[in-house]
């Protein structure tokens, strides 16, 4: 009768390749506890991405420019709710009652939305030439 003799050999050690992709598995799936040195080095890579890749990438995260009104526009308001509107003289061109009104409210509407005026009135130096006018608006 034949035996036939099987040897086991000890299980060889993982290949170094073996390793180095385990690790890099633990971290993209956050395996370690924290405490740990691989939990460090994760967190510590984490931070330096968020402190270096503005410098190294371009986002295109600039602030919107905005342009300011031609005109200087002073809103007020007063105890009961009424809001008073200061516009530059220089921003209306003179006219007639109407006129003057639909400018106002061209300059007026862009700045608190639909609004109708209620009253206005020009303020005016002490020569007479007209400074500014104060205007009464109601929201609609």
Do not use: C
């Amino acid at each position: 009768m034949q035996r036939a003799e099987l040897t086991t050999t000890a299980p060889s050690a993982p290949l170094p390749m073996n390793a180095i992709w385990r690790t890099i598995r633990g971290y993209i799936l956050w395996q370690y506890e924290r405490g740990t040195l691989h939990y460090d080095i994760m967190v510590t890579l984490i931070i330096l991405f968020l402190w270096f890749s503005p410098r190294v990438i371009n986002f295109n995260d600039k602030p919107i420019e905005r342009n300011p009104h031609p005109t200087e526009v002073i809103v007020t308001a007063d105890a009961e709710g009424h809001l008073f509107y200061q516009v530059a003289a220089s921003a209306i061109s003179p006219g007639d009652d109407q006129s003057v009104r639909e400018q106002l409210l061209h300059i007026i509407e862009p700045i608190s939305g639909a609004v109708s005026i209620v009253s206005f009135e020009t303020v005016s130096d002490s020569k007479g030439k007209a400074q500014s006018y104060k205007v009464l608006a109601k929201r609609d």
